[in-house]
């Protein structure tokens, strides 16, 4: 179980929303926090707000993040938890998307988790004290939206890296534990991505707030807090999976069922045989699959 009281950690997109909400959470049960944002002066302002330290970071660049793991290091010594969570949410159709589109949202939403996870990982390896890394996913990893095509592609891939990253460091017998943060309604300012997208990457993604929207009316709405408590929790058992609304499961469920129908549907063809047309006769030695954990 890894252990937060004394732990150094450190949350991309810290100024506010989720991250601001896992920061305070982390620095309420004992732990020193580095907040880092592209938003240098909302992250001064937090810090002082919450007592966590405040560093700037563009998680878009692989030298952005590497300077941030170093004057981490410099400050404290070492890292032990890391939460990736940096992440913008405008919305399109696919069909509107632009490739400038697709370019920042992968940019930030993927490389950005790629960028901590290859800078940070190398540091808890070596951590005598193990480590945590938090990626912060999506509900829309788990079910499909109207307009969240960019980013629900950029959050399922974020996912299978890490679900990846579980098993690997599991057969390596390592002390470092992964969870993918999956949250659903969280009021947040994610709304407002667009201030922080850059020059030349304009495109047809749009801000827009959801809470307001009547498709919307019947979820939950959490805050920030509520998200960091369900996270940390999830970094004290070591668990994969962080779900901010299991109440969700009928709409996740469904697809899962689709999923299995459409395999169940489908013969199992051999080579060289004829397709067996019940696939609940797939025999006993067909290669299988390694289940996630």
């Known amino acids: 179980m890894t252990r937060i009281?004394?732990?150094?950690?450190?949350?991309?997109?810290?100024?506010?929303?989720?991250?601001?909400?896992?920061?305070?959470?982390?620095?309420?049960?004992?732990?020193?926090?580095?907040?880092?944002?592209v938003q240098h002066d909302v992250c001064e302002t937090a810090a002082a707000e919450?007592?966590?330290?405040?560093l700037h970071v563009d998680v878009t660049s692989a030298k952005s993040v590497e300077s941030l793991a170093a004057a981490t290091l410099e400050r404290f010594?070492?890292?032990?938890?890391?939460?990736?969570?940096?992440?913008i949410g405008p919305l399109a159709r696919v069909a509107d998307l632009t490739l400038a589109d697709w370019r920042w949202m992968i940019d930030v939403?993927?490389?950005?988790?790629?960028?901590?996870?290859?800078?940070?990982?190398?540091?808890?390896?070596?951590?005598?004290?193990?480590?945590?890394?938090?990626?912060?996913?999506?509900?829309?990893?788990?079910?499909?939206?109207?307009?969240?095509?960019?980013?629900?592609?950029?959050?399922f891939a974020v996912a299978a890296l890490t679900e990846t990253m579980a098993v690997e460091l599991a057969e390596?017998?390592?002390?470092?534990?992964?969870?993918?943060?999956?949250?659903?309604?969280?009021?947040?300012?994610i709304k407002a991505s667009s201030r922080n997208r850059p020059a030349g990457l304009e495109g047809g993604l749009t801000d827009v707030d959801i809470s307001h929207d009547p498709a919307y009316s019947g979820l939950r709405w959490i805050d920030p807090i509520d998200a960091g408590r369900i996270t940390t929790r999830a970094i004290r058992g070591d668990e994969l999976y962080a779900i901010t609304h299991p109440e969700l499961?009928?709409?996740?469920?469904?697809?899962?069922?689709?999923?299995r129908a459409a395999f169940d549907r489908h013969p199992v063809v051999a080579p060289d045989a004829e397709p067996v047309a019940d696939a609940s006769a797939r025999p006993a030695s067909a290669p299988t699959t390694k289940e996630s954990p």
């Open 50 to 54: 919450i007592g966590a330290v405040a």
């Open 5 to 37: 009281e004394g732990a150094v950690a450190v949350v991309t997109g810290g100024a506010s929303g989720i991250g601001r909400g896992i920061a305070e959470q982390l620095i309420a049960e004992g732990a020193e926090v580095v907040i880092a944002d």
């Open 172 to 189: 390596e017998g390592s002390d470092v534990h992964v969870t993918i943060l999956t949250p659903g309604p969280v009021r947040t300012n």
């Open 109 to 155: 939403n993927l490389w950005g988790v790629v960028h901590g996870v290859t800078t940070f990982l190398p540091l808890l390896r070596a951590n005598e004290r193990g480590g945590h890394i938090v990626n912060t996913a999506s509900n829309a990893m788990f079910s499909i939206n109207p307009g969240l095509g960019a980013y629900s592609a950029t959050k």
């Open 77 to 87: 010594g070492r890292v032990d938890i890391v939460v990736n969570n940096a992440g």
């Open 249 to 259: 499961w009928d709409a996740v469920g469904a697809r899962h069922d689709a999923i």
